[in-house]
Each structure stands twice: as C-alpha cells, then as structure tokens.
Nanobody, 120 residues
C-alpha cells in the first residue's frame, strides 16, 4: 500500500492551502484516514481524522480553520487549511488504517510527508 501526499508549500499568514493524499495498492477497505504533522523539535501530532462513515475529529488548535474530507471511492483524503498561522508550519503526513481483506485487522500506513511553511 502506498500513500501519496501533495499540496504543501510556502504561504503567508492568513492564506490557505489544500493537502491531498491518495492511497493505492492492496486495499480491501480503509477504516479511517488522518493527517499528522511534525514541527522541528516537536513530536508528531494528530491534526485531523475522518472515518469511512464520515466522523471527524480535530486537534483544538485547528478547529474552525481546517476541514478534513474523504472520498471513499477514490481512497483519498483532503485537508483544507484556512487562516494559516506560522505555528502551523510543519511536515504534514497522511495516515490510513487499511484492511487488506475481509475481517483482516487494519494496518496503518504512512505517506512521505509534505512541507507546509507559513511565513511572511
């Protein structure tokens, strides 16, 4: 299973970015997809997650600014990031909990990371 993330870049404060992640390979179903981020010198943290049923959760610091959405048919997840702040600067990683056959346990896979830099 491979996860390909895209959409990072350099933006100014209060601007927007949209991250996308596509999962491919041996996939029977995906229970949930999520975005994590890791800033220099800090631990990786969960930013937002969405289940196959559409339930979402966010870290408090991005609530009201970020929106996660999923496309189950395409095994994709998106993260719309609005009103970006310098403290959002980090490498963003997508994660997918993949089931490779019916009733099999899920396995977590990671994308390669995409850099988001918010700076004036």
């Amino acid at each position: 299973v491979q996860l390909q993330a895209s959409g990072g870049g350099l933006v100014q404060p209060r601007e927007s970015l949209r991250l996308s992640c596509a999962a491919s390979g041996s996939i029977f179903s995906i229970d949930a997809m999520s975005w994590y981020r890791q800033a220099p010198g800090k631990q990786r943290e969960l930013v937002a997650a969405i289940t196959s049923g559409g339930r979402t959760n966010y870290v408090d610091s991005v609530k009201g600014r970020f929106t996660i959405s999923g496309d189950n048919a395409k095994n994709m997840v998106h993260l719309q990031m609005n009103s970006l702040k310098p403290e959002d600067t980090a490498v963003y990683y997508c994660n997918a909990n993949v089931r490779q056959r019916l009733l099999a346990p899920t396995i977590g896979y990671w994308g390669q990371g995409t850099q988001v830099t918010v700076s004036s």
